[in-house]
């Protein structure tokens, strides 16, 4: 059996693969920087790391276009460094897309007990992961478009959220405040803005995710760079309106450790009785679902690359021979979830709620995926200069440079405030490689 995907997707459904991979991050996660930094400090961080992440996008998808490979930035690292190189990239991404899925969950969980309180959170997770990795199995053009049509409806969500809250805005309840975090009040407003990097790119974190559905695309040149570009506008306008809407309408304090900050910030508009607010509630899933759904997609083509490069077992190379999808992969990295999910109850880990350790776990693998990435665009611009290159990062080597030097800052940041996590991340990677290594002898030249 060919252990080639088909190409099918088209920039539309790309579009929504690049947005519903992100936008549960709109909906929860990233209120907790405001108890780092308040909510003019996050704003201050969000902008630096949106400026990352955009600089970085552009600069990705001449990689992506160049590259269309299901590995994504293994297949990048590989070539541009050899096997070691690919084999790091490869791991911080799993780690990145593998250990988002079950914050996720658990968020849609959460969500689902609000209205059924006798539904054990955890429960409703393991029914999520159950229903979206058969999904994903039934093939990527059925996943695709499911996708596209939640994220719409997440997105349409977000836009009414801010239509229903506006009449109680103010900007002063905004501003009240702004430079002091609820978590350390004492610290200095930058010491806080450093703090809440892994809260702000939780805005933006696993957009990249996209390339790893470049091998389906059935038009790389066009619908890549589309859908990259016009995702990343989408999800900076809904950031910012999202967190300045929810923190105008009352005391942004009260919203700083909660996971469901947009409930809670309509409650104070429209009260707790209010139709619009149970609307979102239930709608709030089709955001959570969305990134659920799509990261789900994205770490099954990761594992599934990795596989048939001889990194990993063989056996999750398999495509079903009727779907034609990477289904053992699919099954493995959402039993890797389960796991995680239930580990809590017998595993306190920095003194943090599972939640959190999670999204700073994530966050390092991304982080460290994005430095090997912008360093194997330099390289291959070097290396093989004739590579046919559909898209060019505009302003070469300018904006590579800057998402490469901000990946770096936001990197050493998060290990330094993160150290025990960040002992946790370097042991998986180095795990990993020593793996890899003993299967040296199956490694090939290629993703």
């Given at each position: 059996m060919s252990a080639h995907l088909e190409k099918t997707l088209g920039t539309w459904q790309l579009w929504g693969i690049a947005v519903g991979l992100v936008i549960s991050g709109e909906y929860f996660g990233w209120s907790y920087g405001w108890g780092s930094a308040g909510t003019l400090g996050f704003l201050v961080t969000v902008g630096f790391v949106a400026t990352m992440f955009t600089a970085f996008i552009f600069s990705f998808t001449?990689?992506?276009?160049?590259?269309?490979?299901?590995?994504?930035?293994?297949?990048?690292?590989?070539?541009?460094?050899?096997?070691?190189?690919?084999?790091?990239?490869?791991?911080?991404?799993?780690?990145?897309?593998?250990?988002?899925?079950?914050?996720?969950?658990?968020?849609?969980?959460?969500?689902?007990?609000?209205q059924f309180p006798d539904l054990h959170p955890k429960h409703a997770a393991t029914v999520a992961y159950l229903l979206f990795t058969v999904l994903n199995i039934l093939g990527v053009q059925i996943a695709a478009t499911f996708e596209l049509i939640v994220t719409l409806l997440a997105v349409g969500e977000l836009i009414l959220f801010m239509t229903v809250v506006s009449p109680g805005f103010r900007w002063e309840n905004f501003l009240a405040n702004g430079w002091v975090g609820t978590a350390n009040p004492g610290d200095h407003w930058v010491t806080g803005a450093f703090a809440a990097i892994p809260f702000a790119i939780w805005f933006f974190l696993a957009i990249e995710g996209v390339a790893f559905a470049a091998e389906e695309a059935r038009?790389?040149?066009?619908?890549?760079?589309?859908?990259?570009?016009?995702?990343?506008?989408t999800l900076v306008a809904l950031a910012l309106g999202v967190m300045i809407f929810a923190g105008g309408v009352g005391d942004w304090r009260l919203l700083s450790n909660l996971n469901d900050p947009l409930p809670q910030a309509m409650k104070t508009v429209v009260g707790e009785s209010?139709?619009?607010?149970?609307?979102?509630?239930?709608?709030?899933?089709?955001?959570?679902?969305?990134?659920?759904?799509?990261?789900?997609?994205?770490?099954?083509?990761?594992?599934?690359?990795?596989?048939?490069?001889?990194?990993?077992?063989?056996?999750?190379?398999?495509?079903?021979?009727?779907f034609h999808t990477p289904y053992r992969a699919t099954i493995a990295g959402s039993v890797i979830g389960?796991?995680?999910?239930?580990?809590?109850?017998?595993?306190?880990?920095?003194?943090?709620?599972?939640?959190?350790?999670?999204?700073?776990?994530?966050?390092?693998g991304a982080l460290t995926m994005?430095?090997?990435?912008?360093?194997?665009?330099?390289?291959?611009?070097?290396?093989?200069?004739h590579l046919e290159r559909p898209f060019h990062a505009p302003l070469y080597p300018y904006a590579p440079a800057v998402a490469l030097g901000l990946s770096v800052i936001c990197l050493v940041s998060v290990i330094y405030?993160?150290?025990?996590?960040?002992?946790?991340?370097?042991?998986?990677?180095?795990?990993?490689?020593?793996?890899?290594?003993?299967?040296?002898?199956?490694?090939?030249?290629?993703?």
């Open positions: 001449e990689l992506t276009t160049a590259i269309p490979s299901a590995g994504g930035p293994f297949a990048y690292a590989t070539r541009a460094f050899g096997p070691s190189a690919g084999m790091l990239a490869a791991t911080a991404c799993l780690i990145e897309f593998l250990f988002a899925p079950p914050a996720i969950s658990l968020a849609i969980g959460a969500y689902l007990n609000v038009d790389v040149k066009k619908s890549i760079p589309r859908a990259y570009i016009s995702g990343m506008l209010s139709g619009w607010l149970h609307m979102l509630v239930w709608l709030g899933l089709f955001g959570l679902i969305a990134s659920f759904h799509g990261i789900i997609l994205a770490y099954s083509r990761q594992l599934f690359a990795v596989a048939r490069a001889g990194h990993l077992p063989g056996w999750l190379a398999e495509l079903h021979p009727r389960l796991i995680a999910i239930y580990s809590d109850n017998y595993v306190t880990f920095a003194g943090q709620s599972l939640t959190a350790n999670i999204v700073t776990l994530s966050v390092m994005y430095v090997v990435a912008m360093l194997s665009l330099f390289r291959l611009r070097k290396k093989e200069p405030i993160n150290l025990s996590i960040a002992l946790l991340f370097g042991g998986l990677l180095t795990l990993a490689y020593l793996y890899a290594r003993m299967r040296g002898n199956q490694w090939r030249s290629t993703p």
